[in-house]
Structures are given as structure tokens and as C-alpha cells.
């Protein structure tokens, strides 16, 4: 096994051979474009008789339409809502509950109501502000009160396992909102086709999701639209089901004026009406025996929806599955409801659920540590998941578990130890904090076999070059690097007979969405077997197509109704820990040192790994104390990045990221996800290392001064 810790390989630049080595690091294939500004956004479509589109939103949070007074409109402008929906006038998430136009009613403050349309952009933004609404103003909710999904399970005998405990211990835990943050906000570009067919071209992960979406909303054959992703300036989820609102919004303004259009959101805009990771709250309730060992737990969960339903049941299923964190228990009693507020909808957000469990799993495993008078380490290695335990929902850890080494490294590298001594020794707050975590990688069950079915396919032209036909996307996390590489290896040929195109559903078939960790292990994987029949097949000088079809491995089983069984295929692992120094004054929290282990099987590209590392350990990290959004009277507060604070080079420190090789039988080259597990530990672990440096128990995130200062002076030691 190579040293995790060695140099990274040398970068390969050169071409014309083969790539046989699937560790050597190699230029990104989108790094050219970029570093000189041809990359091709959106924004940047050159595209003849184009209207610009702006959107008329609610002004309040809930209530009923009475009407709508539009100015008098310019030649070639115009007015698109709900009576111009010519199909269901709703989006196809999973829940048909989000409309494509307000009809009638409105549920939070900025939904989408109509779109004015125009040549000019500046007049259709001055058009939209004269649109009048009148309201009858019902009485908002936003509260949890209203449920909109609730799931639960148990695992052995929780019942038992409770009133036969030593004692029990209850603990409260909040998460506030985060934002995406992406660097290029929403657009989307629509423009007629011959037949009736309406194309799409926007800024996405999901192109499949955008295409279903729309043939709903337009009451058409599918193949009467097609879907183009663009270059995507960031995404982070929050382009994987908004994407459907925009393109059936302009599928819609496309059919009714004939005419290309272009809606692409402003900062204030998208940050204000996009969707965001879910506040909740969580509940855990552990039976301890006389060894402070967790025999039981109970977990209530509750997290804020918004105002449709979307993806938030299987956010919260997510999030219902990591109930014991790292852990084994063997009692277990879990529930949870998404509730339906008045507030903008909240959505998809890379971890889709984990990271607000984990944080309360972690702080409540440090918290039973610090109660019981042990090492908080010691106790959570009691307390890990083993190969061949059963997982929270009864599946089982089929592969090698190797986190306690993990810990060891982290440990080692951060000398955790001797920190722990001599900070409480000193006069400044300083701390060091550690967390433990996975992430299971790709969809949750049998959600690959039953509902996404994933196809790809190569097609080989009478040159030997190989196109990637597909439609994971590359959104800035390196995907067409990482898949290239790998169907060049497995081929034996020089990587740049490979080509990685934007996919296009009238080319690509559905691999299933850019979501779930699920890229590489599962994306990749069908390709790396596709080009081993490739490669076997092949003829020179003659055209070929290569297709495979995704198959569950055999012994995964799951019972969606029960929550029973295999959760998912694989699980990715990592170690965090953060080190911390508080202004004794402020209360500003300043980073002093960042060290990762994290076990994602196989890296791919060791340089393209680090920097998801180290990318999405510094949004979790953020994510804990530093990125504040409040939503108050239905209203977001911080609605652009000057208000809401998001980390810049003088927010962090160098990063110490180690992997560590443990190949995963059905991943391409062993390879497991990373995208999403490199933030789940970074909002524990912070706050693990500030509730050390202030000697205060932390429940809540973000750790802000205000809220630092409030336990200072209020808080629980």
C-alpha cells in the first residue's frame, strides 16, 4: 500500500500514451478553458432574437391571488404564468407538489408567479417591477406544525434496551440553514426547434431530472425536448432539482412566444428564492449500562422543508439513517418529520442530510464521554462500527472498516494529544476538536436498481477516438477528468483519444443524476466496464458502440416501507480534526491548523481528491461556525454574499489531507465517493474544538460570537 501521507504523483502533461496508471495526476481537461476565460457559461450562449426573462415574485408568505395588473407591454414583449402551462402545472421532483407558476394562492415570499419577457433586458426588468399583485393575506406558518413526510425504524429491542439501562441522557441539538454559494447563480436558456421541439441549456447536475420535468409541464413526447448541460459554475446540489422550475419556467415562455429566452438569476435573486440545506432539530436519547456503553438510542428528527415538500423526505431519510454516526448500537428507535412552512423551499445540499446528524451524533458522543470522565477518543473507539456489525438500519458492513487507523493518523499528525494538555493549561481560548463519519455512497437502497437504471455508453469512431456518452455532469468537481482517466486506463490508450462532451439527452443515455456520491463509484464503474468490452471488442478502423446497464451487487437487500436492510452498496470514512484559537474580546474564532484521513477507496486522481478534500472540509467547517442565514416573517435575512458570510483566504489554514487505500470490489479501480463525506465532518469537529477552547457545551450551529458570547455567560460547562 502506497504512503498515504508520500508527495502527490507527479502531474502528467504530455500526451500521445498510454494511461495505464490510474493514480498519476493529470492536467484537469477543463483547466485551459478556464484559466483563459473560453469557458462557455450560459450567460455567455451567443444567441440570435433571444428574450430576456425576469421573474414577478410573491411579496408575502402565504396567501390567495385576487389579481394581477401588468402594464401596458412593448412590441415583442410578453407575460408568461400559469394559464400559459399547456400540461400539468407542476415540477416532477419527486413530490408533484411545487407549481411552475403560482396559481391562485402563494406559500412563501418569492415564489415565482409570472415571467415578463423582452428584447431588452433593462425594460423587462422595469416591466416586472410594475406588475402589480393584489393579496388576501392568510396567516403564515413557520413553525413546525405541519407535516408534510415522516418516516421511522427500529432496530433490536429498543424498549428493552431502555428499561433495563443504568441511566439515560437526552440532548438537544439545532442546525441553521447554509447556502450553496455557487459561483454562477441559476440560468437557463431555451430556444424552439423544428416539430414543436423546445431545447434547454442551462447551468445543472441533472439533466434527465430537467428533461422529465419539462415533457410533464409542456403535456409532450420526450422526444420533444431535449436538455443540454452547459458549463456549470458550481452546484453543490443546489442545481440538482431547482434546474426543473427554471426549464419548465422557459420550456413554457419558449412554446407560448416562439422565440428564444434567457433566465439567468442576479446574486440577491438566487440566494433569496434558491433552495438551501434543511434547519433541524434533532433529539437523542442514549441507554447507557454501567459502563457508560450506548445500548440504546432514540432519535427524533424534524427539519424545515419550506414550503414544498421536494427532495426533503429523502434528505430526511438520509439523515435517519445516520443515526448512530460511526457507531454500533445494537437498540435503536428512530424517527423524523419533514414539516411544510412557509418559508422557501429547501433542498438538495452536497450531504444531503448527514451533516446535520452527524454533528448532533458527534456533540452527543463527546458529550457522554466528558459525563461518564473519559477520553472522549477512547470512548467513541468503543464505540465504532466493526466489519460484520449491523448497520443502524440491520444491513451490514460487508467491507473493511479501517477507521481506528484513521484516527491513529489524525491523531498523530495533529499531535492531538499534547494540545489537549497544554491548552487548558494557557490564558487563551484555544482548542482542538475531533470528529468521526461516513457517507454512504450512492442512492439510498435499491433507489440505482428500481428507479434509476443507469445506462451509459462509448461510442468509438473509425479513428479510435472514444466518445463518454453520459449524463453525469461536470459541475467543477472534476468528473470529466476522473471518468476520462478511467476509460482511458482501462483501454491502455493515451487520454486525450477520449472525449467528455456536456451531455445532451438526445445523445447520452440516462446514467442517472450528478447526486449521491455516485459519480465515480457508480457512473464510473459502468464505464470502466464498458470500455473492458471495449477493449476486448475492438476493431480497428471501424465504428462501435459499447452499452452497460447497471446491476445491484448481489446480497444488497432493501425494504423502502421498513427502512430494513442494506442502506447502500458501499460506505466512504473520514477523520477530522480542527484546531481553534477564541478572541477572549470578540469572540471571533480563528482557524489554526485543519488535519483529514479519509478512506474513499481508490483516489481516482490524487490531485483532483485533495481538492475535493479540502474544498468540502472547509464548507462543513463553515457550515459550524461561520455561515449564518436567519429566515425571519418568511424572509432571508442575508441575501447576498456581503451579508451572508462565506469563507475567504484569511478565513482558513493550510489542510493536512491523508487518504488511505481500501478498494471497493465494484468501484472502478476500487474507487468509493468523496464529494459529499469531505464536508460531513467539518461542522463537528469545529465545534468540538471551540466547545473545548471555551470550556462551554455547544447544541447549536452556527458557532458565531453572538451565539459564543451567549454561552460564556449562559451556557452549560
Given at each position: 500500500m502506497p504512503d498515504p501521507g508520500a508527495p502527490l504523483k507527479r502531474i502528467r502533461s504530455k500526451g500521445g500514451f498510454p494511461m495505464n496508471d490510474i493514480h498519476d495526476t493529470v492536467v484537469r481537461r477543463d483547466a485551459a478553458a478556464k484559466i483563459a476565460g473560453r469557458a462557455t457559461y450560459v450567460g455567455d450562449l451567443p444567441i440570435a432574437g433571444v428574450l430576456h426573462a425576469r421573474t414577478v415574485r410573491s411579496t408575502i408568505a402565504k396567501g390567495e391571488i385576487l389579481s394581477i395588473a401588468v402594464p401596458p407591454l412593448p412590441q415583442d414583449c410578453f407575460v408568461v404564468g400559469a394559464a400559459d402551462v399547456p400540461g400539468e402545472n407542476a415540477v416532477r421532483i419527486i413530490f408533484k407538489d411545487m407549481p411552475v407558476f403560482a396559481d391562485g394562492e402563494v406559500r412563501y415570499i418569492g415564489e415565482p408567479i409570472l415571467l415578463v419577457c423582452g428584447p431588452d433586458r433593462a425594460v423587462v426588468f422595469d416591466l416586472a417591477a410594475r406588475v402589480v399583485v393584489r393579496y388576501r393575506e392568510?396567516?403564515?406558518?413557520?413553525?413546525?406544525?405541519?407535516?408534510?413526510?415522516?418516516?421511522?425504524?427500529?432496530?433490536?429491542?429498543?424498549?428493552?434496551?431502555?428499561?433495563?439501562?443504568?441511566?439515560?441522557?437526552?440532548?438537544?441539538?439545532?442546525?441553521?440553514?447554509?447556502?450553496?454559494?455557487?459561483?454562477?447563480?441559476?440560468?437557463?436558456?431555451?430556444?424552439?426547434?423544428?416539430?414543436?421541439?423546445?431545447?434547454?441549456?442551462?447551468?445543472?447536475?441533472?439533466?434527465?431530472?430537467?428533461?422529465?420535468?419539462?415533457?410533464?409541464?409542456?403535456?409532450?413526447?420526450?422526444?420533444?425536448?431535449?436538455?443540454?448541460?452547459?458549463?456549470?459554475?458550481?452546484?453543490?446540489?443546489?442545481?440538482?432539482?431547482?434546474?426543473?422550475?427554471?426549464?419548465?419556467?422557459?420550456?413554457?415562455?419558449?412554446?407560448?412566444?416562439?422565440?428564444?429566452?434567457?433566465?439567468?438569476?442576479?446574486?440577491?435573486?438566487?440566494?433569496?428564492?434558491?433552495?438551501?440545506?434543511?434547519?433541524?432539530?434533532?433529539?437523542?436519547?442514549?441507554?447507557?449500562?454501567?459502563?457508560?456503553?450506548?445500548?440504546?438510542?432514540?432519535?427524533?428528527?424534524?427539519?424545515?422543508?419550506?414550503?414544498?415538500?421536494?427532495?426533503?423526505?429523502?434528505?430526511?431519510?438520509?439523515?435517519?439513517?445516520?443515526?448512530?454516526?460511526?457507531?454500533?448500537?445494537?437498540?435503536?428507535?428512530?424517527?423524523?418529520?419533514?414539516?411544510?412552512?412557509?418559508?422557501?423551499?429547501?433542498?438538495?445540499?452536497?450531504?444531503?442530510?448527514?451533516?446535520?446528524?452527524?454533528?448532533?451524533?458527534?456533540?452527543?458522543?463527546?458529550?457522554?464521554?466528558?459525563?461518564?470522565?473519559?477520553?472522549?477518543?477512547?470512548?467513541?473507539?468503543?464505540?465504532?462500527?466493526?466489519?460484520?456489525?449491523?448497520?443502524?438500519?440491520?444491513?451490514?458492513?460487508?467491507?473493511?472498516?479501517?477507521?481506528?487507523?484513521?484516527?491513529?493518523?489524525?491523531?498523530?499528525?495533529?499531535?492531538?494529544?499534547?494540545?489537549?494538555?497544554?491548552?487548558?493549561?494557557?490564558?487563551?481560548?484555544?482548542?482542538?476538536?475531533?470528529?468521526?463519519?461516513?457517507?454512504?455512497?450512492?442512492?439510498?437502497?435499491?433507489?440505482?436498481?428500481?428507479?434509476?437504471?443507469?445506462?451509459?455508453?462509448?461510442?468509438?469512431?473509425?479513428?479510435?477516438?472514444?466518445?463518454?456518452?453520459?449524463?453525469?455532469?461536470?459541475?467543477?468537481?472534476?468528473?470529466?477528468?476522473?471518468?476520462?482517466?478511467?476509460?482511458?486506463?482501462?483501454l491502455g490508450r493515451p487520454l486525450e483519444t477520449v472525449v467528455f462532451p456536456h451531455p445532451d439527452t438526445d445523445l447520452a443515455p440516462d446514467s442517472g443524476p450528478t447526486v449521491a456520491s455516485r459519480t465515480t463509484m457508480i457512473v464510473g464503474g459502468l464505464l470502466a466496464r464498458a470500455a473492458l468490452r471495449l477493449k476486448e471488442e475492438w476493431t480497428e478502423g471501424s465504428a462501435q458502440s459499447v452499452e452497460e446497464r447497471y446491476v445491484q451487487p448481489e446480497g444488497i437487500v432493501w425494504d423502502e416501507e421498513r427502512f430494513l436492510g442494506d442502506a447502500y452498496p458501499a460506505y466512504s470514512w473520514g477523520v477530522v480534526a480542527v484546531e481553534v484559537e477564541v478572541d477572549r474580546r470578540t469572540f471571533q474564532v480563528d482557524l489554526k491548523g485543519v488535519w483529514s484521513c479519509y478512506d474513499a477507496g481508490t483516489a481516482i486522481d490524487p490531485l483532483l481528491a485533495e481538492g475535493q478534500a479540502d474544498g468540502g472540509l472547509t464548507q462543513g467547517i463553515a457550515y459550524g461556525y461561520l455561515e449564518r442565514m436567519e429566515v425571519k416573517d418568511g424572509r432571508v435575512r442575508q441575501k447576498n454574499l456581503t451579508d451572508y458570510m462565506i469563507p475567504t483566504a484569511v478565513d482558513v489554514c493550510p489542510a493536512d489531507t491523508v487518504f488511505i487505500e481500501n478498494p471497493y470490489a465494484f468501484g472502478p479501480f476500487g474507487a468509493k465517493g468523496l464529494g459529499e463525506l469531505t464536508l460531513v465532518g467539518g461542522a463537528p469537529a469545529v465545534a468540538a474544538a471551540i466547545e473545548h477552547a471555551i470550556g462551554r457545551k455547544i447544541s447549536s450551529i452556527p458557532a458565531t460570537p453572538e451565539s459564543i458570547m451567549e454561552l460564556i455567560e449562559h451556557g452549560t460547562r
Open positions: 392568510d396567516v403564515p406558518v413557520f413553525a413546525n406544525v405541519v407535516a408534510g413526510a415522516r418516516y421511522a425504524y427500529s432496530k433490536g429491542d429498543p424498549e428493552k434496551a431502555f428499561a433495563e439501562a443504568v441511566r439515560t441522557v437526552r440532548e438537544s441539538f439545532s442546525t441553521g440553514y447554509q447556502e450553496q454559494a455557487y459561483i454562477e447563480p441559476q440560468g437557463m436558456v431555451g430556444y424552439p426547434e423544428d416539430g414543436g421541439k423546445v431545447t434547454l441549456v442551462g447551468s445543472m447536475q441533472c439533466p434527465y431530472y430537467v428533461k422529465n420535468a419539462v415533457v410533464g409541464v409542456l403535456g409532450c413526447a420526450e422526444d420533444r425536448v431535449r436538455v443540454i448541460q452547459a458549463e456549470t459554475g458550481g452546484a453543490f446540489g443546489g442545481k440538482e432539482e431547482f434546474p426543473s422550475l427554471t426549464g419548465a419556467q422557459v420550456a413554457v415562455a419558449v412554446r407560448k412566444t416562439g422565440r428564444p429566452v434567457s433566465l439567468l438569476y442576479e446574486r440577491t435573486e438566487d440566494v433569496e428564492t434558491t433552495t438551501k440545506r434543511h434547519p433541524s432539530t434533532i433529539e437523542l436519547t442514549a441507554a447507557l449500562d454501567c459502563d457508560d456503553r450506548v445500548v440504546g438510542l432514540m432519535a427524533t428528527v424534524a427539519i424545515d422543508a419550506g414550503a414544498y415538500l421536494g427532495l426533503s423526505g429523502v434528505v430526511l431519510s438520509r439523515a435517519l439513517i445516520a443515526a448512530t454516526g460511526a457507531y454500533t448500537v445494537p437498540h435503536l428507535r428512530v424517527e423524523g418529520t419533514a414539516y411544510l412552512t412557509n418559508t422557501v423551499p429547501t433542498g438538495a445540499f452536497r450531504g444531503f442530510g448527514a451533516p446535520q446528524m452527524f454533528f448532533a451524533v458527534e456533540m452527543f458522543m463527546g458529550h457522554l464521554a466528558a459525563r461518564a470522565g473519559v477520553d472522549p477518543i477512547a470512548y467513541r473507539r468503543r464505540h465504532l462500527a466493526r466489519r460484520g456489525d449491523l448497520t443502524s438500519t440491520s444491513g451490514l458492513y460487508r467491507d473493511p472498516i479501517l477507521v481506528d487507523g484513521m484516527i491513529d493518523r489524525v491523531l498523530e499528525r495533529s499531535d492531538y494529544r499534547r494540545k489537549v494538555r497544554e491548552f487548558k493549561k494557557g490564558d487563551a481560548w484555544r482548542g482542538i476538536g475531533l470528529s468521526v463519519f461516513f457517507h454512504g455512497c450512492g442512492f439510498t437502497g435499491s433507489g440505482e436498481a428500481d428507479h434509476i437504471k443507469a445506462r451509459v455508453r462509448l461510442d468509438k469512431d473509425s479513428a479510435g477516438t472514444v466518445t463518454i456518452r453520459i449524463a453525469s455532469v461536470d459541475m467543477g468537481q472534476g468528473a470529466a477528468t476522473a471518468l476520462s482517466k478511467i476509460v482511458a486506463a482501462v
